[in-house]
């Protein structure tokens, strides 16, 4: 039961969310994500531009587009690509854990401009496949679909469960490593604590030896 529970709530976790941001001509915002190896991720956006004169947002001149960065774990770029005013941009996470997903506008000449507004939607695993799309492409019946759909999610429910192994190996790794200083720190001071109270034992014997009280 408990196992069953398990999988309904991966099931129904949110493999995607969206929100809006505001940055300024030479601001980057950048966000973390958590991800698993070999998921696909795809993140939607839209810019508008603000009008002073309106105090609105609308939409931008075509001069003005989005510079996607995106690096893996390591550190390593795996994206860095300007983009127009709306658009989407896909990889495929090759290494489990936090990915950093950094966007700023490819222009700083926006006049009569004091900021932008970034919306953004980030969809990941089976949540990024367009299902109505696959099925015009590969003629799929709706029956055919759905468990394609079904094999979908428990293909992400599985890589989840791995990332979440490895997650607990990296901790339990973390932990072991933090439990071995904090023991040499621990046996270092009682170290130095015995050699301080030797070297004190010894100058207090010569000192009362010097004055002949021993």
């Not at 309106?54 to 931008?60: D, L, Q, R």
């Not at 015009?136 to 192994?165: A, F, G, P, S, W």
Request: charged share 25%; aromatic share 12%; hydrophobic share 40%.
């Amino acid at each position: 039961m408990t196992f069953n529970l398990f999988l309904i709530l991966i099931v129904f976790l949110p493999f995607s969310h969206s929100l809006y941001f505001h940055i300024g001509e030479t601001e980057r915002k950048c966000f973390i994500e958590e991800i698993p190896d070999d998921i696909l991720v795809v993140g939607k956006y839209k810019i508008e531009l603000y009008d002073r004169d309106t105090k609105e947002f609308n939409p931008p001149s075509p001069q003005i587009g989005m510079h996607v960065e995106i690096r893996d774990p390591d550190d390593k770029m795996i994206l860095s690509k300007i983009y127009s005013a709306e658009g989407k941009f896909t990889f495929n996470s090759a290494i489990p854990g936090e990915h950093v997903i950094c966007l700023m506008s490819n222009s700083t000449k926006w006049f009569h401009a004091s900021q932008l507004r970034v919306h953004l939607d980030i969809q990941v695993g089976e949540h990024a496949v367009d299902y109505a799309i696959l099925a015009q492409k590969e003629k799929l019946t709706e029956l055919q679909l759905r468990v394609r759909q079904l094999l979908d999610q428990l293909e992400d429910i599985t890589k989840e469960q791995n990332y979440q192994r490895f997650r607990e190996e990296r901790f339990r790794h973390i932990s072991e490593s933090t439990s071995r200083r904090v023991l040499w720190w621990s046996l270092a001071q009682i170290a130095v604590l015995i050699c301080l109270a030797y070297f004190k034992v010894r100058h207090l014997k010569s000192f009362f030896l010097a004055k002949k009280l021993i």
